[in-house]
């Protein structure tokens, strides 16, 4: 039995199975984790193509390094801090959406609930969800056209300070005031923030995607653009058409009626509350059709 251990131990000698802790373990799970949201990241962006000329490049250099092509490895060498640089200026926009997505993220909030309060006083109330459909459905009966921001859990100072300070309760009455056509403030959009008008005139972010209907005019850029930089909803009335559009999480919500708006602003509305439809709302069979941008 001796010989036959000593035998055993010699020959399994190579073979090396390391201790794994449970630290060991959590490491994996985490890096895991990371690796496959950043692929996630990558395949719903426009890096998804950069990665697969990355791909094409290693494959590129490890041929070259087989074949001992010097010149070609030192030249990879002396680019790749360059290419690092490229990246980030190139996806500048998908890396800052990246990283206000993580900070959004729940799991973040549970930990760190520092912004708790601001999440209570960001909720649209009853009365302002009843004014902004109203207000909406004035302005498409008009066919005037409209860009209202409703500020969520990232601030939008840098919008706000490229308007006009306003600082009023939500009413139908101001908002068709505001965008009534040849007015001063009509130009631009509305941000909303704590149940409250803070500014108008603003200017936002257009969106840099190709794949939405090129029927859409510049309003409908700007809201989109927002809600891809931004957790904010935004409503938008067309000029042309009259058409009542929501652009929330980059994706936009077409074709909506009172009610289909209604369901819209209830995703963010107070978790206490219920918005009515008014005294004289009606349920109209028309819930609008979903315009995916992703």
Not at 36 to 64: C, D, M, N, Q
Not at 204 to 232: C, F, M, Q, W
């Amino acid at each position: 039995m001796d010989r036959l251990w000593t035998w055993l131990k010699a020959y399994l000698d190579w073979f090396y199975i390391p201790r794994i802790t449970w630290s060991d373990v959590l490491d994996i799970i985490l890096i895991a984790y990371v690796l496959y949201h950043i692929l996630l990241w990558f395949k719903s962006t426009r890096a998804w193509t950069l990665l697969k000329g990355i791909l094409v490049v290693l494959i590129f250099v490890v041929l070259a390094a087989l074949l001992h092509l010097n010149t070609v490895l030192w030249i990879a060498r002396k680019l790749v801090n360059v290419i690092v640089l490229a990246f980030i200026i190139l996806f500048q926009p998908e890396l800052r959406h990246a990283l206000d997505e993580l900070g959004r993220k729940k799991i973040l909030r549970n930990f760190i609930n520092l912004d708790s309060n601001r999440n209570l006083g960001a909720r649209l109330s009853e009365k302002s969800v009843y004014e902004l459909v109203k207000t909406a459905t004035q302005l498409s009966m008009a066919k005037t056209g409209a860009l209202i921001v409703i500020e969520q859990m990232t601030p939008l100072g840098e919008v706000e300070n490229t308007g006009i300070q306003v600082d009023a309760t939500i009413s139908q009455q101001l908002l068709v005031n505001i965008f009534e056509k040849n007015t001063p403030l009509h130009d631009g959009a509305v941000l909303i923030r704590h149940n409250r008008v803070v500014a108008a005139t603003c200017y936002l972010p257009l969106t840099e995607r190709n794949d939405i209907n090129k029927d859409l005019g510049t309003r409908h850029r700007a809201g989109l653009g927002i809600s891809e930089v931004s957790d904010s909803m935004t409503v938008i009335i067309s000029e042309e058409t009259g058409g009542v559009t929501v652009a929330y999480k980059g994706t936009l919500y077409r074709d909506l009626d009172e009610d289909g708006l209604r369901k819209q602003l209830q995703r963010i509305a107070g978790p206490e509350e219920e918005p009515s439809r008014g005294p004289r709302g009606k349920k109209s069979r028309k819930g609008g059709r979903k315009h995916e941008n992703s």
